[in-house]
């Protein structure tokens, strides 16, 4: 039936599409337990199977005997069979003791016990007469009797939902449970503290207060008897006043009770007249209407039998049609998810190409481009094996190799490009003269040199950013628990108080400002027998090509060089370092500083350390930052950098908590001094008497 409709038979697809219910987590829960069977008589609307058990079903106008209301068959246990066969068995609900949600009453026809009575043939055929049970042996009962069996299986089904939803959460109570139950020991623990420190306290008092406390004891005794003489004199007075007020009540009560006797009578003789009035008027209009009724009861079948074709037709219809949209929806969704996919991969690998393409541009533009870079190490290959022609072993494709070696290890970093052309000239030459495993041991001590120095950068750095961020932090931690420092005054220099007495002087004899002396031209250190020309109409310095140097370079002698160790400016990888540091801090000192604003807690005087999934010491830290500052790696994503600010931000934490627990201890005991000090008490002995005065 529904493959004859299609979207363009939908009236109004919108509105219908917002008046559906979506599928959610709670509808699966539910739709898991199954329904009972029984909610719904025979031959009923296709939408009564579409309502919910809390629902009632309608009173629809319908032709006779269209639709019979029956729980069951007679004899049958319908509370018990309407939940299915695999559902529980009832128990007693005490949540209802008065039946006011759902009606428990006894009904002969289905109790089981007398199944073998309404078997029998004569009292079926008598019941069939009467209208109370079906051809097929079903009981008949009203349409009130079926809403109130449906309430039984809603309740019955609810019970069972809320068990399974029971199962889902005690997962989730037991870890609450759990934390709970370690906050009450603390707490507890707290308290018993708190509590053994006060009786102490109250020990050391009441040494101290014995006579005091004595005399005050005494008094309160005193003061207590004459309360407790003035509440039984009270007693015994409202005793009177309740006994007094009674009699009077009663009194009153049975004038009353006269009264409403006396109006009673008169009222039921009022209804008795009423009564008989009304019914010889009833009388006289069910004649009349019985003749209306039976001529209008024929046309009202007729319309009754068409309705409810037309009713039952409609209601198949709007069912198909809601089915439809709910698959269109569904697929809807669907292909947009599909979509959001697809489109995520291509922006994935439009910007990987992107990325790939800036690396390329970078690269070639760091190495003066591919054709540039080939015709350097052609010419640095031509110009080392000229220079080693006649040694052991050398060919020119020999050199070719060597110097792509060379350029690949030489020009990591931007910079100097004399310095790099003699670095390559210098492993060449190391590699003609040296076998392969001296150059790996050497490669691995300039390996370590470099992580030595990245690993001693790296450690000063994060002394300075602990000790930075902990200073600050602490200014605004203890703002409340200690007097803010003092700012410190700049120091006057002599020169501002030697211009400043000049003025004051120079003012007193009228003078506008102050002198200091004439002009003098000083002649220059140094002279030249030419004329120097000025940097404005200079030239420009030219600067010799990649190529142009690398001949320079294998034509002169090692020692003309520049020495890279003497000179450090001129390390491009020392240059690097020391950027991927400074790039360290600032990710570093940005990070910690918001995490420590974070964890402090200023009103309470505690911080809240954060979590780490990997703790981690100060070697790890400081090893995995220098491994990210060699391999070039710092940057916001990175590993290494978040793990050492994280480790930073606890450790400063940790320490704001320990000195604040120092400071309230201190502040305590310094209270408690202020206290002792301050006594609100005399003693006796030290009093000075008249007399002795």
Known sequence: ??????????????????????????????????????AVPKNGLPMWYRLGLENKLPVPKMPKGRIIFSRGKIGEDVRRLGLGKDGPTPSFDLTDPYCNNVSYDYVPVHDPHLAHHFAQKPARNRMKHLGYCTKDG?????????????????????????????????????????????????????VFTKAERAREHLERVAQEHADEWAEKKRLAKEQEKKVQARMNYLAEYNKKQRQERALRAAEKQNRIKQRVQAAAEMELRRKITMVRQWRANEKKRLNRLKQERDEKQKKQDDQANNKWEMRVNAQNLKIQEEALLLKIYTEDMNAAAMRRVRKAEVYAFNTDLELARIRLANWKQMHGGTAKAANLVRKMGAEFEKSKRGAKGMSPELAQELATEAMNAAVSTDGDRLMTLGQARAWMDLVTVLPPAPIRILDEMLESAVMEFARRRVNLLLRDIERMVKSRAAVIFFQNYRPAPKKRRSKVSRWSIHV????????????????????????NETTTDFEMKSVKDRPPTPVPSKTKLAEVTFSDRVEDLPDPVAVGSYLPERNKLLEMV?????????????????????????????????????????????????????????ADVRRASGYLARRILSSLLVDMKQEKQRRKLSNVSCEEEKKDFY?????????SA
């Open 138 to 190: 079903r009981a008949v009962c009203s349409l009130k009797d079926f809403n109130q069996y449906r309430k039984y299986l809603y309740n019955q089904f609810m019970d069972r939902i809320h068990l399974e939803m029971k199962k889902l959460d005690e997962r989730a109570k037991d870890d609450l449970t759990l934390k709970r139950v370690e906050v009450d020991v603390a707490r507890r623990l707290q």
């Open 582 to 638: 400074n790039a360290a801090a600032k990710l570093l000192s940005r990070s910690v500083s918001q995490t420590v604003e974070k964890g402090m807690d200023v009103t309470i005087g505690t911080v809240t350390l954060p979590h780490m999934r990997h703790p981690i010491e100060w070697g790890e830290a400081v090893e995995g930052l220098a491994d990210a500052v060699v391999n070039n790696r710092v940057h916001g994503d990175c």
């Open 500 to 523: 400043a007495t000049e003025l004051a002087r120079q003012f007193i004899h009228g003078k506008g400002g102050i002198g200091f002396g004439s002009v003098v031209n000083i002649p």
């Open 1 to 38: 039936m529904s493959s004859d409709l299609c979207t363009d038979d939908l009236n109004d697809i919108d509105t219908t599409l917002m008046t559906l219910r979506k599928p959610t987590e709670l509808k699966k829960v539910i739709d898991s337990i199954p329904k009972p069977v029984r």
């Open 683 to 691: 003693v006796p002995e030290k009093v000075d008497s008249p007399c």
